[in-house]
């Protein structure tokens, strides 16, 4: 980090006034929320960052609704025409029970999805990145289905958005 000299003497009080009278200010200071432990902070991460949808059935969507789903989970959905084909897609990409406690999952029960698409039960999730920060202090939980960080996109769901939206510009 490079040494300014211009902030430091705008912010350093000792040199009020001098150079043409610059104000002293100090520096804005942001509200930071300072967690006692890594299991602290990643249970914060779970429950703000970590988006909770209601679990729904692909029967009941239509098939611009189907559309969004699949390219949320990354499914590439360029070649698609058919109403079956997204279901075919959603169902084979979604999982139908939590991967930690293998319970399936009913009809309008609210599930935490990753960034990567998988869907599990928040307690269970919280649970995992408990265990997970336990095991290596400091680092960022990954997804329980092994993709990953939690806080980061797969390249590869990046990757199929990209070819999404081409395609949807392609189509105009």
Request: net charge positive; glycine share 4%.
């Amino acid at each position: 980090m490079s040494f300014d000299p211009y902030k430091f003497l705008y912010t350093n009080p000792e040199f009020a006034g001098l150079f043409g009278g610059l104000p002293c200010r100090t520096a804005p200071v942001k509200n930071v929320r300072v967690y006692k432990t890594d299991e602290e902070r990643m249970e914060a991460f779970v429950d703000t960052k970590v988006q909770t949808v209601v679990f729904w059935s692909v029967d009941d969507l239509s098939l611009k609704e189907l559309r969004q789903a699949a390219n949320a989970m990354g499914v590439d959905t360029s070649q698609f025409l058919q109403k079956e084909e997204f279901k075919s897609a959603i169902d084979e990409r979604r999982n139908k029970s939590c991967p930690i406690c293998f319970d399936d999952y009913t009809k309008n029960e609210e599930v935490s999805v990753t960034l990567c698409g998988h869907f599990y039960h928040k307690d269970c999730l919280k649970s995992h990145v408990r265990s997970c920060v336990q095991r290596r202090p400091g680092e960022m939980a990954t997804c329980a289905l092994g993709c990953g960080s939690l806080k980061k996109r797969p390249e590869r769901a990046v990757e199929v958005e990209e070819a999404n939206q081409s395609a949807k510009r392609a189509r105009r």
